[in-house]
T-cell receptor
Framework: ELKVEQNPLFLSMQEGKNYTIYCNYS?????LYWYRQDPGKSLESLFV?????AVKQEGRLMASLDTKARLSTLHITAAVHDLSATYFC??????????FGTGTRLKVLA | EAGVVQSPRYKIIEKKQPVAFWCNPI?????LYWYRQNLGQGPELLIR????????DSQLPKDRFSAERLKGVDSTLKIQPAELGDSAVYLC????????????FGQGTRLTVV
């Protein structure tokens, strides 16, 4: 069954710095999703990556997908405090089940 | 367009009591999911519906959990009797048909069993 792993689990970074969150998955999943979750809130869809080589950008966040390496990355550019949240990646199994990673808790320090 | 609506937002019950959660998906979304999210972890699927049919309930603890989606729209998830380990956030999500669509999540119900 599809397994999804993220790292790091926790990330504390200074404002203005860049960093990357990694998402590895175990079997074929040609779609990969990134969600954001603020404390006590639900999951907000950030990116849907549908094919190998897909790259999507929104503001300071950029996501990419490499299906051959079974790897997706979420890159943060010049972090700001508002980006503090937990970020989840999720793959889609053959039975249309979303399999989530454990999440990366990001804290951006002023 | 309204998102996925869940109620209640919070529920505190004593162990061995029953509890029910309600979900109204986005209009026109055929697929409905119930996920459970434990503290500090990612959501885990409990059950998936396609219209009114439960097509994946392999991870639903059927001895105490039940779900229904009458008429293929709203859904209810029930726990009876609740145990301490059931304390979690229960998330409902819906998705339109088609391979490349994404799931949208509701605000969740935070259950505390004491």
């Amino acid at each position: 069954e599809l397994k999804v792993e993220q790292n790091p689990l926790f990330l504390s970074m200074q404002e203005g710095k860049n960093y990357t969150i990694y998402c590895n998955y175990s079997t074929t999943s040609d779609r990969l999703y990134w969600y954001r979750q603020d404390p006590g809130k639900s999951l907000e869809s950030l990116f849907v990556l549908l094919s190998n080589g897909a790259v999507k950008q929104e503001g300071r966040l950029m996501a990419s997908l490499d299906t051959k390496a079974r790897l997706s990355t979420l890159h943060i550019t010049a972090a700001v405090h508002d980006l503090s949240a937990t970020y989840f990646c999720a793959g889609l199994s053959g039975t249309y089940k979303y399999i989530f990673g454990t999440g990366t808790r990001l804290k951006v320090l002023a | 367009e309204a998102g996925v609506v869940q109620s209640p937002r919070y529920k505190i019950i004593e162990k061995k009591q029953p509890v029910a959660f309600w979900c109204n998906p986005i209009s026109g979304h055929n697929t409905l999911y119930w996920y459970r999210q434990n503290l500090g972890q990612g959501p885990e699927l409990l059950i998936r519906y396609e219209n009114e049919e439960a097509v994946d309930d392999s991870q639903l603890p059927k001895d105490r959990f039940s779900a229904e989606r009458l008429k293929g729209v709203d859904s209810t998830l029930k726990i009876q009797p609740a145990e301490l380990g059931d304390s979690a956030v229960y998330l409902c999500a819906s998705r339109k048909g088609g391979k490349n669509t994404e799931a949208f999540f509701g605000q969740g119900t935070r259950l505390t069993v004491v």
